[in-house]
């Protein structure tokens, strides 16, 4: 049985738990440090001596002196052998997902034979046109129905996308839809799972497919490494419990399998077969989560600035941009290389962040 070489030092960013309408905060960012056991005692010293003892990452994006100190660290950690990886997840876009994910699955009504769960691609097409042609309203009504998924809310949802869908001649797209409003009911059923420890309000949340994702990038980069990883999450208690189990249902360690190719000709990493364990920890008595704090602050600072085009971007941000954000252009390998970072976004967010870092160099 191979023995745990690595540790993965995971934060977050933008947590808003299930609820997909905060503005404040429009991403979800998920951002760790991959680490060899033998580097940890020098990766533990970098953080000791740049970042004050529970000081947030948060905070130093608030100023360009903050931001400048932010850029040490990252510097410090990556001399001290630390992997960053890191996954974006826009908040407004993944409502568009959640309607493809929700009201689009053949298991549950019999309208989309055309979409498996497997077509990616097509399904990131269809997010991208919903997230295009249905009003802030309706996908506002539809994430509030979505915390506690009912018959009579979806119903009325589903009318209200449908309609506009019939506005914009989308036939294909009305009959998909009427489908779920067909069997609604079923639908609800499938979608209210949990028990008094873990409610569909949690398993709805970003937090734990922007988890799921980044555990998929370190694991296909632990293919090259000796032995397994464990991860320390920073402590969260209302997700303790599902991070718990979803690393347990993920894992199966040195699985033959573990590439999965769909339909539409990508790999999908359906398990983690590095990982040996996971906890949380306090960031108090684990200086190293307080770098992947920093990290995944400051991708949401880089996400929000980028996207919004009446905001400065500053030569503090765009180093800490160059330093971080070239790994998306990855983000669909070539030859089975495994990527360090990962976006679910519109395009136009993509292409955002990237336009935005290129310019700024000229």
Not at 205 to 217: E, G, I, K, M, Q
Not at 239 to 268: M, N, Q
Request: aromatic content about 8%; hydrophobic content about 45%.
């Amino acid at each position: 049985m191979a023995t745990s070489t690595n540790t993965l030092f995971v934060d977050e960013s933008g947590n808003a738990g299930p609820n997909y309408l905060d503005d404040e905060q429009p991403f979800h960012v998920a951002a760790g440090f991959l680490v060899a056991q033998a580097n940890l005692t020098t990766f533990r010293d970098a953080i000791k001596t740049t970042l004050r003892a529970g000081e947030k990452g948060a905070q130093l994006m608030k100023s360009p002196d903050g931001q400048r100190r932010a850029i040490d660290i990252i510097k410090r950690i990556g001399a001290a052998r630390g992997t960053p990886f890191f996954v974006i997840m826009d908040r407004r876009f993944a409502i568009s997902g959640k309607m493809v994910d929700v009201f689009l699955d053949p298991f549950h009504q019999d309208a989309v034979d055309w979409l498996p769960t497997s077509a990616l691609q097509e399904r990131q097409r269809i997010t991208e046109r919903l997230s295009d042609m249905l009003s802030t309203t309706i996908l506002n009504d539809f994430a509030k129905a979505y915390k506690a998924p009912a018959v009579g809310e979806f119903e009325r949802s589903l009318r209200d996308i449908i309609a506009c869908l019939q506005s914009h001649g989308d036939a294909r797209l009305v009959t998909a839809f009427n489908g779920a409003l067909r069997h609604v009911a079923a639908i609800v059923k499938s979608e209210t799972y949990g028990d008094a420890a873990t409610t569909h309000g949690q398993w709805a949340s970003l937090n734990v497919p922007a988890l799921a994702h980044l555990l998929r990038h370190v694991d296909r980069v632990m293919d090259s490494r000796s032995g397994l990883f464990d991860v320390v999450h920073d402590r969260q208690e209302q997700f303790r419990l599902l991070f718990e189990r979803l690393t347990t249902a993920l894992s199966d360690v040195d699985a033959d399998v573990v590439e999965v190719r769909v339909p539409d000709g990508t790999t999908y990493r359906g398990i983690y077969r590095n990982l040996n364990s996971f906890c949380t920890c306090n960031s108090a008595s684990e200086v190293a989560l307080q770098a992947a704090d920093v990290l995944a602050s400051s991708i949401a600072r880089l996400a929000r600035v980028a996207t919004q085009s009446h905001r400065e971007w500053t030569d503090e941000l765009q180093q800490l941009a160059l330093m971080t954000l070239p790994a998306l252009m990855d983000d669909c390998p070539i030859g089975g290389a495994p990527p360090f970072a990962s976006i679910y976004a519109h395009e136009r967010t993509t292409a955002a962040l990237l336009t935005r870092m290129f310019l700024h160099q000229r």
